[in-house]
Structure formats: structure tokens, C-alpha cells
T-cell receptor, first 111, second 110 residues
């Protein structure tokens, strides 16, 4: 299975601190994406990194990808209480745009 | 922008009853469409995906089926619900690499 797995499963930090989440996957990928899910809601796309990229930034988000280790990390800098959510990585297949999601990291940012 | 509509938001059904969840897409044509199930506190399990009208691929053998009668309509069905069908069902679409999700339906089978 290509399924990504996030670690840690849960993370609790104070507002203003940085939050780092990791994702590992099993097979070759085209792209790796990170999504956010607020409790009981649908997922929202955050950022995509292609297999030939090593690092990407978007606002307070920084994503790295190491294809040799089959791993990615998501860094949220200067966290806010509103960042409290679950974060999922997703890898895709080379055909038909199938996506495989990990089990997620539940982030709690305490005000 | 692309939007996925799903309804109902919550549903409570008895064991053995039928199910029909509908998903419609707005703002794009010929998208790939997906049904996922999410158990409480867990990741997403891909159930079905469709690359076009009438084209359905099943990822996991189970008590559910899917149909795509129109380009922007994707339906998840069951003839007889089981307790294990309870969960949070998400419909998603994609045109290129990014997926966009509906708000989800929370199904409780009693």
C-alpha cells in the first residue's frame, strides 16, 4: 500500500510555538500533499510538493520532501489557536489520480 | 472555484435499511470523483473512485456500491446497512493534482 503515515498521532503546543508533523510513505509518488481537517468537517488542501522538489513554503507553512527516505514534514511556524485541527498527508498514484491518506496528526494549539 | 455538495449532514439509520448518499460537483466538468470513509479519529479509507460517467472502481470489497449517473453526480448506496457501515463519509473531486472535499455525512447505523 502507498498509504502515508503521520507522526506523531497527537501534538499539543502553546500558541506561538512551531509545530512539526512527519509523514512516511511506502512507494514512489508523483506528488505529496498536506490537508487540514477541522473537527467533523471536510478536508482542506494546504500545500502540494512534487517528487522533484525538496522544500516548499506557503505563508507560515513549510513542507520538505525526502524521496530517498520516503518521508515529508510539515512545519507550522508561530502557531495560533486557530491552527488546532487534524493534519493529513496524501500521496497519489501515477494513474487516475488516486490518493492515499495517512491516519493524521491531531494538533492542539493552546492559547 | 470547485465546490462539492453533500447531503444529508447527519443520518441515523437502522440495521438492514437501505442507504443513498448523494454528492454533486459545481464549478468544474469531468472531474475524478471519490468516496471516502473516515472512522472516528482515523484517516481516510478510499472506497470508490470514478473517472467518468458510469465508470466506478472499488477499492475495498464491502457492503456498499457507487454509481455515477451524470458527470457531476456521484452516489453511494447500500441495500442493507450493517453496524460496521457507521462512519463519516466524504465525497471528493479532483481535476488535476489537488482534491477538494465536501462537508461530509455522519452516518450512524443502530
Amino acid at each position: 500500500s502507498q498509504q502515508g503515515e503521520e507522526d506523531p498521532q497527537a501534538l499539543s503546543i502553546q500558541e506561538g510555538e512551531n509545530a512539526t508533523m512527519n509523514c512516511s510513505y511506502k512507494t514512489s509518488i508523483n506528488n505529496l500533499q498536506w490537508y487540514r481537517q477541522n473537527s467533523g468537517r471536510g478536508l482542506v488542501h494546504l500545500i502540494l510538493i512534487r517528487s522533484n522538489e525538496r522544500e516548499k513554503h506557503s505563508g507560515r507553512l513549510r513542507v520538505t520532501l525526502d524521496t530517498s527516505k520516503k518521508s515529508s514534514s510539515l512545519l507550522i511556524t508561530a502557531s495560533r489557536a486557530a491552527d488546532t485541527a487534524s493534519y493529513f498527508c496524501a500521496t497519489d498514484s501515477y494513474n487516475f489520480n488516486k490518493f492515499y491518506f495517512g491516519s493524521g496528526t491531531k494538533l492542539n494549539v493552546k492559547p | 472555484s470547485q465546490t462539492i455538495h453533500q447531503w444529508p449532514a447527519t443520518l441515523v439509520q437502522p440495521v438492514g435499511s437501505p442507504l443513498s448518499l448523494e454528492c454533486t460537483v459545481e464549478g468544474t466538468s469531468n472531474p475524478n470523483l471519490y468516496w471516502y470513509r473516515q472512522a472516528a479519529g482515523r484517516g481516510l479509507q478510499l472506497l470508490f473512485y470514478s473517472v467518468g460517467i458510469g465508470q466506478i472502481s472499488s477499492e475495498v470489497p464491502q457492503n456498499l456500491s457507487a454509481s455515477r449517473p451524470q458527470d457531476r453526480q456521484f452516489i453511494l448506496s447500500s441495500k442493507k446497512l450493517l453496524l460496521s457501515d457507521s462512519g463519516f463519509y466524504l465525497c471528493a473531486g479532483s481535476r488535476r493534482t489537488e482534491q477538494f472535499f465536501g462537508p461530509g455525512t455522519r452516518l450512524t447505523v443502530l
